[in-house]
């Protein structure tokens, strides 16, 4: 992701502090920063530097509102600083977070989401979604004695050397039991699962294909069940990668209104509304492997951020939330699609509305994009031009509208600009 | 860790809540529980459950207190629920913690950082120890464009496939590029670099040696100068694992004091006082390759574990931390030196006293650690038979006598039962 130019008015620049701080975080940060949150992969004019955030709101340093749909990349999922959730959080801190062994919400939550999740007897705690993902291939690998992962080919399941999108620092050797299909491609699946032979640990896939800058697609029913199948056969495990997705497709996990149930999933980002936790869950088959590998963290047995997903999966079950984030979500890919004509733009949004993704047709480089989120963003809207958003229970029908206002004067930029 | 024999009175039983908790445990988690907390790894009677911290105080779900010496293996420096670092990180969490970008929070630490440790021109941060080691060993490949990493053979760098403890779920190239010497033991680092010919990345070595259920040993400055140069001689890295010592041994880096410097250091546990963050520090050689590495995690910007460090950093340098957690350590060692005599038992305390380690001579199986373990559990000192201990700023004069009270008849229970 390296900077991109932008067709936007040549006002359009950082605030103050946002430079200094910029200016500052190069002298002690390598390239001034790094990860999925560098604003050098955005269109000019977003901040780097946030202070404050409350709901669906954002501030920059600068004290600049945005209406915000990214919601940190996920993580935020109720909205930010939700009562309840933080309530919950604080109660735990204040007794105990970082002990000499768990609190009892370790266990409540391990219960919770084996109540929740059909596939899940068992759940285990990390920090990271790659901690997550991580685990699970050693499940697998350990439950079968087997080697190569299937996963497909541009999928994004996180960042180290065995799956970081950039080859800097990694050996070979790291992804030699790799094999690549391509997303609800049954035929690319088969051909990778007999080129693993009998020597199948898993096929990793994520809950749906979300790659960046690409369109995003729901699971094919057929490619779902395929790949249940060829793990039956090899005695492989299904695994999904829940981490961007998870809890906003379904409280029950992504794949279960296709009668697909993994073997294990990986979980983070939105289970505990931004506090860091991550899960693997899984089915009793696999519960003797996970008892095998040996895995552990400094924090992962931390209350707080348990006691801040108990509440976390309480607030989403009460409000019904893939529902609700579907109704919103739906909302504004409605007037999105509706303003886009009427400018004579053509758009595409793809996947589920939970999790927005609005690329322009005959763009490439994303050009047009990113000057429809640069001209939002001077707006106070805070779009994402190439990578999926995501809505949050905080995200009101007025809000959509008031971003749906933006967004009409963001298509007229584009349409005059190109 | 299994599970393990003590000699203790038959009395000693975990609490009713525990055993509820752990009874619950095992039916939604693998084995119970897992990872270096999992109380089966300790001797009869420790509780797996705990309700309360404060200061070096611990309490478990059944209300007992214990007066702790595991500072929940290394996070807890400043003791638990320290008001000045809770306070900034609440100030922080009002605010916002995990949003679009980092807070300013962000800059202020790796400026803090690079600040205090003489090595480091820049500093990147992460959320686990595996992290932080993980991510020194990928900027060391990418710099350098070699392969082979040098580490000490029992040496704990962190859990995930090329360096978790067990062999579980990791397959052969995990580890193809690891060459293994003996701590302290010069020859054997030289044997392992010259294996490793022009392709030597960095030697990754623990600021001092802290296996478990071994003596601990304080680097050799001949060992340290040594490793210096075959990194200087190669161009490769000597990265320093400082996720377990960090900041008690020094505020400027643990092998300041031998005149050696590290050109990169992974840092964890102890500093956000239990929140969770890790970091690598570098230095300017390094800059580049850290910035060509792709990095990140979900919560990784999150301001608000990184407003504790900064407390954190702050209440360790005013108390003079070292200096403090030296005599308090000191103090430990010399009670348990001279009641160890009194009571004509063999023990070895090894490596710095402000990571206090206590090994029985002759002793196979630590069953006498055991015995020693339990029986100061049940009058509320919580220690460890096997692994470093850890002191805080939490420990007085007074919490290091009232220990040592109950280590003498600990020790009279030793000397009675073997």
């Known amino acids: ?35 999925h949150l560098r604003a050098s992969g955005l269109p000019e004019g977003y901040p780097q530097f946030f202070s404050r955030a409350e709901g669906c709101r954002l501030w920059d340093v600068d004290g600049r509102e945005y209406l915000d749909f990214m919601c940190s990349w996920g993580p935020v999922i109720a909205g930010h600083k939700h009562p309840v959730i933080e309530a919950a959080a604080r109660r ?76 800097a620092g990694v050996t070979a050797e790291d992804r030699a039991h790799l094999i690549y299909f391509q997303y609800n491609d049954i035929e690319s699946l088969e051909t990778a699962a007999r080129q693993a032979g009998n020597d199948l640990a898993a096929i990793l896939v994520s809950a749906f294909r979300h790659d960046l800058g690409q369109h995003q697609e729901l699971p094919d029913a057929a490619f779902a069940a395929r790949a249940r199948a060829l793990c039956d056969a090899e005695g492989a495990a299904l695994v999904i990668d829940e981490v961007r997705a998870g809890l906003r497709l379904s409280l029950a996990g992504s794949w279960e209104s296709l009668n697909v149930r993994p073997d294990l999933s990986a979980w983070s980002k939105a289970i505990a509304n931004g506090h860091a936790l991550a899960a693997v869950t899984g089915g009793e088959n696999w519960r003797r492997a996970a008892q095998d590998i040996y895995i552990t963290g400094s924090f ?83 779009l994402h031009h190439r990578h999926n958003m995501f809505l949050s229970l905080a995200h009101t029908e007025k809000d959509i509208d008031q971003a749906l206002e933006v967004t009409d004067h963001a298509f007229s930029r584009v349409a005059a600009a190109f």
């Open 92 to 167: 735990q801190a204040e007794q105990g977070d970082c002990m000499n062994g768990p609190s009892a919400r370790f266990v409540e939550l391990a219960e919770r989401m084996v109540g929740l999740l059909p596939h899940a007897d068992w759940a285990m705690f990390q920090k990271n979604g790659t901690d997550a993902t991580t685990a699970a291939v050693m499940i697998a690998r350990a439950g079968t004695g087997k080697r190569k992962i299937l996963l497909a080919k541009g999928a994004y399941h996180g960042a180290v050397p065995w799956c970081t999108p950039s080859l």
């Open 300 to 382: 992962w047995m931390g209350g707080t951020a348990m006691a801040a997903s108990l509440a976390t999966l309480d607030v989403l079950e009460q409000n019904e939330a893939p529902a609700y984030l579907q109704r919103m979500g739906q909302r504004l890919r409605d007037g999105l699609h509706a303003q886009a004509i009427r400018h004579g733009l053509a758009i595409c949004q793809s996947g589920p509305v939970q999790l927005p993704m609005v690329l322009f047709e005959d763009d490439p480089g994303q050009a047009k994009g990113a000057c429809f989120a640069a001209s939002a963003l001077r707006e106070g809207v805070y």
């Open 1 to 35: 992701m390296t900077a991109i130019s932008t067709v936007v008015d040549p006002g359009t620049r950082i605030g103050i502090e946002d430079a200094a701080l910029r200016h500052r975080a190069n002298r002690v940060i390598p390239g001034g920063m790094y990860g």
